[in-house]
């Protein structure tokens, strides 16, 4: 079969490219300048890598068998500050450990290398593997080096480098997931089962390969999870998941209003939107199950196509995001990932809404905190437009490829 045509510019692109290429400019921009003057462009982000200060500062005080340190989110920040006080600018806020104990398994081999040798190579890992992520298995293997660049150019890999986040890994882990699904099940829910150490983001998971009827990925998923749980309970105690588990779900129940007032609202998720929005607690909390249920029915709809994976997956991303209940600029990256792999299935022409929708996911890291940019608290509704117009087109691919026509003359589907 010959290759999709690719499709030309339109000129709606001619006018909405310079703002693509501004906005990853100035997204740089404040990276390079919290490399030297914090502020200077943009938001403050205080020093480099302040959130990775978070997951160094965790595995170090387990390396001590220090747990009472993380158990106590005042004492630990006063740690973080005392710790890389030249380092940071200004003091941190409060940076409480809130990650399952899982993660430290993870961030165990970066530990030797000190707070900014280990900082820099857990970017540059976690960005390679995204890179070799994207690059095996595309559904079109000639666009897949363009969908790697964009990620790694996008403002959302320039915040998450910024932040030192791990975006990077939680994408890269997704998409090299369900890349191997079809032919290597079993490695591919390995690779999934690392998820767990970022739960919000692995909800849809078992949705997906429910409904793709993925079963023993499914079992793979789940006991890579409890071997990573137990890996961490084998090389830091069973301490610190007596600790964390009942404060899972004190925070499930009853969030910690110091949590709330620095990390939870300072996100683009629909709960922290909506309370931005002026939206009460109960119905903001309404909206963010809303979404929810939006996530695992479109989820649990596109994984029942067989056709088009890297579409299935984009909506997967994006309703990754749409489903969390708490989300950062930086998790814009999963947004980018989608929207480039959605752009990368087109075989003619977008349509002005396409771009649209696309130039609002590329500048959401930039419309950032929603508490400051009130643009940004609409950000929900660009993430929920991009997963309807991905799933149209999915669905669209589908019914070509049944239609009798498709079935004598095979064609590349198009979406419009």
């Known amino acids: 079969m010959s290759p999709a045509p690719s499709p030309k510019w339109g000129p709606v692109a001619l006018v909405v490219l310079p703002t693509f290429a501004l906005a990853t400019l100035y997204g740089w921009a404040v990276l390079g300048s ?68 899982s993660f430290l398994v993870l961030l165990l081999p970066f530990a030797p290398l000190g707070f900014i040798g280990s900082y820099f190579a857990f970017q540059i890992v976690t960005a390679a593997a995204l890179v070799a992520a994207l690059l095996v298995g595309a559904d079109r293997p000639d666009r897949a080096r363009f969908v790697a660049l964009a990620a790694l150019l996008s403002p959302a890999a ?50 997906a390969l429910i409904a793709a009827g993925q079963w023993r990925a499914l079992l793979a998923t789940a006991g890579s999870a409890l071997a990573l749980a137990a890996a961490s309970a084998l090389i830091f105690g069973l301490d610190i998941w007596i600790w964390w588990l009942p404060k899972l779900i004190e925070n499930m129940v009853s969030a910690d209003p110091k ?90 022409t977008p349509g002005p809404l396409p771009w649209l929708v696309a130039t609002a996911i590329w500048v959401v890291p930039l419309a950032s905190p929603a508490v400051y940019v009130e643009a940004g608290r609409f950000a929900p509704l660009a993430t929920l437009a991009m997963i309807g117009l991905i799933f149209q087109g999915l669905r669209r691919s589908d019914a070509s490829a049944a239609s009798p026509a498709c079935q004598s003359s095979p064609s590349s589907s198009i979406v419009r």
């Not at 970022?198 to 909800?203: D, E, G, L, S, Y």
């Not at 950062?328 to 990932?337: C, F, I, S, T």
């Open 34 to 101: 919290t490399a030297f003057k914090p502020g200077f462009i943009g938001l403050n982000h205080i020093a480099l890598g302040t959130d990775w200060a978070v997951f160094w500062g965790a595995i170090r005080a387990m390396l001590d068998g220090n747990l009472p340190l993380i158990m106590d989110g005042d004492r630990f920040t006063a740690f973080l500050n005392d710790s890389l006080r030249d380092w940071l600018t200004v003091p941190l806020a409060y940076r409480p450990w809130f990650y399952p104990p």
């Open 158 to 207: 320039a915040i998450t480098l910024a932040d030192g986040q791990c975006s990077f890994l939680v994408a890269a882990l997704i998409v090299a997931g369900f890349r191997a699904l079809p032919d290597r099940p079993l490695l591919a829910g390995a690779v999934l089962g690392l998820l767990s150490f970022k739960p919000q983001f692995a909800v849809l998971i078992p949705v």
């Open 259 to 348: 949590w709330v007032s620095y990390g939870r609202i300072w996100g683009h998720s629909v709960w922290a939107c909506a309370r931005l929005l002026g939206a009460g607690e109960t119905l903001a909390s309404t909206l963010q199950a809303a979404a929810l249920v939006v996530a695992v029915v479109i989820t649990a709809l596109s994984f029942r196509i067989r056709g088009m994976p890297d579409l299935r997956l984009a909506v997967l991303l994006a309703a990754t995001i749409l489903a969390a209940p708490h989300s950062g600029p930086y998790d814009a990256l999963l947004l980018v990932v989608a929207l480039t792999l959605w752009f990368a299935s087109f075989t003619s």
